[in-house]
């Protein structure tokens, strides 16, 4: 695209993020789509969803994002999308430039399941030292939606933040959601935490009713929201650690043997299946995170993030309609193959916005993306009974992921409005090491 038509372009979508953030104290009728509904369109929001999108939804990042069906614009050498998706919604982007290179129905208000665990570990993660040790009581586990998944999690055993986290990611544990919540000073607190947050993030799509993301009336968010989070947890050392990590020995019960007392482990390992891999899932090449759920009102959900020939992608899939095993995976696979062709190709239908505060978080003197929990020191390594995730690169496997990576600055535009421009956040994602 010649610069001056870039230039005009991504003026534009930045004055759609100004404006839809302006309306956030505009009148109902003229916002995009509050983050608090009312109670009887949240019971609408949250039951099984038609399969038909509403004809109008939120244009942050872009008009053509506020329109349903599938946008993208094609172009001569432009590959043509897979033709067998059948997700409710989807959205794939370039993670560093934040440009959205395609997208189908982004901003559909649809339950998240637990890839609504991104927003809670992006708004709590910070707030604990990894190292502190947490002793389990009753109350801590109260509230678990019936069915909830579990790492599991015992009642009277110690754990340290690092060990919930990895239950967190690795196994989905609303156990270990509702611990950490309790440590954040209840359920009722980290849900208004991270509804703050998402407001901060403008992920205007999203209202957090439980921190789980288990089934619940009005709790609903949205490709282009998912994908927000995953952006912006991305940033901090802990989150990418966890994500990206395929197994481990996590810490079991105490026991008695020969007067002593003993405590096991157990191995726990991560349902990402684009990480992990199964029996008709490969692990995708360059695949470094993000976060899978699955729920009866949500469906499959998930995000993933990968790189290729030094190109960061980010990919949102949300609900598809064909019931195979892992179709959830295949085709955000499918996503990330076009996108990996398409990406330097394609001309963006939109953007990714930035946060509400980038202004004041660029402003501070020696201000950083590392954002290590609870003010770890930089160079902290992964505990080496983490197992590295599996990748490929240059045809040869068993190459992991780096974990120490350095954000840039985040660039202002005269007036105070950001302008993602343009590589927030993620220039070493992916820096290769060898397996140890």
């Avoid at 839809?20 to 099984?48: E, F, Q, V």
């Avoid at 482990?265 to 759920?293: C, M, Q, W």
């Amino acid at each position: 695209m010649p610069a001056p038509l870039k230039t005009v372009r991504r003026s534009l979508l930045v004055l759609s993020a100004a404006l839809s953030s302006l309306a956030l104290t505009a009148p109902l009728a003229l916002a995009a789509p509050s983050a608090t509904p009312t109670p009887s369109a949240a019971t609408s929001a949250s039951a099984s969803p038609t399969a038909t999108p509403p004809a109008t939804m939120s244009s942050v990042g872009g008009t053509r994002l506020a329109q349903a069906g599938t946008q993208v614009n094609q172009a001569a050498g432009v590959p043509v999308l897979p033709k067998d998706l059948t997700a409710r919604s989807w959205i794939v982007t370039d993670a560093e430039s934040g440009d959205v290179l395609a997208a189908h129905n982004a901003h559909w208000r649809l339950p998240p399941a637990s890839t609504l665990k991104m927003l809670f570990a992006d708004t709590v993660l910070p707030k604990f030292p990894r190292t502190t040790e947490h002793k389990v009581i009753a109350s801590d586990l109260a509230g678990m939606g019936a069915g909830s998944s579990v790492v599991p999690i015992k009642e009277g055993e110690s754990y340290t933040v690092r060990d919930l986290w990895l239950g967190v990611f690795l196994r989905s544990g609303n156990d270990a959601v509702h611990v950490l919540s309790h440590m954040n000073g209840g359920v009722d607190q980290t849900v208004a935490d991270m509804n703050a947050h998402a407001q901060d993030l403008q992920a205007l799509d999203t209202h957090v009713v439980t921190p789980d993301g288990f089934d619940e009336p009005g709790q609903v968010s949205s490709a282009y929201d998912l994908t927000l989070f995953a952006r912006s947890g991305l940033q901090k050392k802990d989150f990418r650690e966890y994500c990206s990590t395929v197994s481990v020995k996590f810490p079991g019960e105490t026991t008695k043997v020969k007067g002593k007392s003993v405590r096991g482990t157990f191995e726990i390992r991560n349902t990402n299946r684009l990480l992990s891999g199964d029996s008709d899932v490969s692990v995708y090449p360059g695949i470094a995170g993000v976060k899978n759920g699955n729920t009866t009102n949500a469906g499959a959900t998930f995000t993933g993030v990968a790189e290729r020939g030094g190109k960061v992608l980010l990919v949102t899939v949300m609900n598809p309609e064909k019931d195979e095993h892992n179709e959830v995976y295949k085709e955000a696979a499918k996503i990330l193959d076009w996108g990996f062709q398409a990406d330097g190709k394609v001309q963006p239908v939109g953007e990714l916005v930035a946060p509400k505060n980038a202004a004041q978080a660029s402003a501070q003197p020696g201000a950083t993306a590392s954002g290590e929990a609870g003010g770890d020191t930089a160079g902290t390594k992964p505990s080496a009974s983490a197992t590295p995730v599996a990748a490929e690169e240059d045809g040869s496997s068993g190459v992991g992921i780096a974990l120490a990576i350095v954000g840039g600055l985040l660039v202002l535009l005269a007036g105070g409005v950001f302008l993602v421009n343009r590589r927030w956040p993620l220039p070493d994602l992916v820096r290769r090491r060898p397996r140890p």
